[in-house]
């Protein structure tokens, strides 16, 4: 028999207050050596549908030099990343242990300003930028003044897909407990893990992406959007399309350029194919109002329109999301779910969410908007 049916009943977000886009950019120009290189990187970040993107780290020009803020050498005013001394893993991880529950806190705070955030029984907290132990769950748990039995469970390491994985795992718990009450949190600290590289695709890939945290609250109330179900499609022979490796130096990025030619082939397979089994549950693209899609980059989504042929606006919201915030990873599809429930719509209207994650893999949802 089926369980209750599970809702997202609000989302909070939060980034840091420091806006670093122009900063890396001027960053990514002073480390390529090559002027073609240099001229490619200029066009391609003119072309990125970025225009701001948040970190925890100030850049080094809004420091203050009369305070010593930074060494010369530094591109952030602390003096974290250091030309030809930037910090190995142990280091980041410290920033990362001292910074996210910090900013999950924030992300959640804002979710209680819509609803109410008090009994909490399950704390679903996903994120691939950074581990520490205790984690960030009950670091925020305490921060929040969660009941420090709760259940928790961390997603780690999924990439940019990771929150659909959280939300599928709060619908199951939904569905098994109605009474649940289950808080989703995605944070992710990107920009710990600039590398300085004379590559021009790693500094291509660094470039989309951005810090930030979302909280969504689960529960069986019929309020805010109404979680159907989840698919998960693996790719074939894309495995190697993105990667996410713990190195010396952090975590190392490889975004493959033939990604969004992946995803759009994908796509147009399942808009012709369209029976029950597939993404689009045998409905056809046009009966859906709503796409919460992850926005990669402009490139990820340009993709996503072509393969399901969708109208220019059928995206528009997540476009708007990518230019105000960039690419924060598991985050950014909840960022785009939280634009939508603000929207005026009907009750009913459908909708199908997608993120993108290592594998390479599709995670895709349905929902619809509760009455």
Not at 110 to 139: E, K, M, N, W, Y
Not at 278 to 296: K, M, S, T
């Amino acid at each position: 028999m089926d369980g209750p049916v599970a809702h997202i009943n609000a989302v909070g977000v939060a980034t840091p207050g420091n806006q670093v886009h122009e900063a890396f950019v001027a960053f990514a120009e002073g480390t390529l050596s090559a002027r073609r290189d240099k001229a490619l990187f200029r066009r391609m970040a003119a072309r990125a549908g970025i225009e701001r993107r948040w970190s925890t780290f100030v850049p080094a020009r809004e420091g203050t030099a009369a305070e010593g803020a930074a060494p010369e050498d530094a591109i952030d005013a602390e003096g974290f990343f250091r030309r030809g001394a930037f910090p190995g893993t142990a280091a980041r991880m410290r920033r990362f242990a001292e910074q996210a529950p910090a900013l999950a806190e924030a992300a959640a705070r804002d979710l209680g300003t819509q609803a109410d955030i008090a009994g909490i029984t399950h704390l679903v907290v996903a994120s691939c930028t950074g581990f520490c132990a205790p984690g960030v769950d009950q670091r925020l748990a305490e921060r929040l003044g969660l009941d420090p039995d709760l259940e928790r469970i961390s997603i780690g390491y999924m990439g940019c897909s990771a929150a659909v994985n959280a939300l599928k795992t709060a619908r199951h718990i939904v569905r098994s407990q109605p009474h649940a009450r289950v808080l989703v949190v995605c944070v992710e600290l990107c920009t710990l893990h600039v590398q300085e590289v004379d590559d021009l695709e790693a500094l291509l890939a660094a470039m989309l992406f951005g810090d930030g945290a979302a909280a969504a609250l689960v529960t069986a109330e019929p309020t805010g959007f109404s979680l159907g179900d989840f698919k998960a499609v693996t790719l074939p022979a894309t495995q190697d399309r993105i990667t996410w490796d713990v190195a010396d130096t952090g975590f190392l990025m490889h975004l493959s350029g033939a990604v969004p030619q992946a995803i759009a082939d994908a796509l147009a397979q399942e808009r012709a194919r369209n029976d029950a089994g597939g993404v689009l549950g045998g409905r056809r693209v046009e009966d859906y109002a709503l796409f919460a899609v992850h926005p990669g980059g402009r490139s990820v989504l340009d993709a996503v329109a072509l393969g399901l042929e969708l109208p220019e606006e059928a995206l528009a919201t997540a476009r708007s999301v990518l230019a105000e915030n960039g690419n924060m990873s598991s985050a950014t599809i909840l960022f785009v779910l939280r634009e939508l429930l603000t929207q005026r719509g009907a009750a009913g209207e459908p909708g199908l969410g997608m993120a993108f994650g290592p594998g390479m893999v599709a995670e895709t949802f349905r929902f619809a908007r509760a009455a």
